[in-house]
């Protein structure tokens, strides 16, 4: 950790602040309720930092520069911009997309351009990228596309809308998240316990069916197979998640 102590200078959120070490380096801080009634000035509360300093590609700042560069020429020439996944983004990835939320601010500050939030969708993912040791630039592109056809099966199935701001989808995409990672990183799990995943299969059909269709929908759009013991972690999220928003319904 480059400093021992910040200072704030900017609250994102009440989970995510902008500060400033004592050498007036600054630094984006992300923790559960780091930033609750802080303001400009005050100390940070280094015990509720959960990510610090994590460490990203340094390719990052030139993309991003470029990046910025064309959408500012695209907002002076009043050309709009959609980003298709922008809604995927904002629940995938929800404290990148807080980061660049507040650097559409830094924008603005130093263009006097607002740019969509559209965009802020499009830096987090240069943002995500930058976060994997990985030389695949369109990682975080594969993922979220992934993650949302994953979510459509399950809804597809069981022909429900989540709760978006629950704990349970929380839970659910996280796992998704994890579970693209390694697919993509070819670091699926492959386990042995046979027993176990008989159990789960016949526990839960449904949702062991619905992995399934997860599982042939990954090998018609990636031509990767999915083992056993990851259709099995599938199953028991599934369950969990479609078990929770309907026990909420009630």
């Avoid at 090998?219 to 909420?248: C, N, S």
């Amino acid at each position: 950790m480059s400093g021992k102590n910040f200072t704030v200078v900017t609250v994102i959120n009440n989970n995510v602040e902008s500060a400033v070490n004592e050498r007036r380096q600054e630094r984006i801080l992300v923790g559960r309720g780091i930033g609750f009634k802080m303001r400009k000035g005050d100390a940070v509360d280094l015990s509720k930092v959960d990510k610090l300093d994590k460490s990203l590609d340094e390719s990052i700042f030139l993309n991003l520069i470029d990046h910025i560069s064309f959408a500012v020429s695209r907002m002076e020439q009043g050309l709009d911009f959609k980003n298709t996944l922008l809604w995927e983004i904002i629940h995938f990835y929800p404290q990148e997309y807080k980061v660049a939320q507040y650097g559409l601010e830094l924008i603005k500050e130093y263009t006097g351009y607002q740019l969509p939030d559209d965009e802020a969708g499009s830096i987090a993912i240069y943002i995500v990228n930058a976060e994997f040791d990985s030389e695949d630039r369109n990682a975080a592109v594969r993922m979220t596309e992934l993650i949302h056809k994953i979510v459509s099966v399950v809804r597809y199935q069981y022909h429900t809308n989540f709760e978006e701001e629950s704990v349970h989808f929380v839970r659910f995409i996280t796992h998704l998240k994890f579970f693209a990672s390694r697919l993509f990183g070819d670091k699926m799990l492959d386990g042995e316990d046979r027993d176990f995943q008989e159990l789960i299969q016949q526990k839960y059909p449904d949702a062991y069916e619905c992995a399934g269709r997860i599982s042939r929908l990954v090998w018609q759009d990636y031509q990767i197979a999915i083992p056993e013991e990851e259709l099995v972690y599938l199953t028991v999220y599934i369950k969990r998640i479609t078990t929770a928003e309907g026990q909420e319904r009630e």
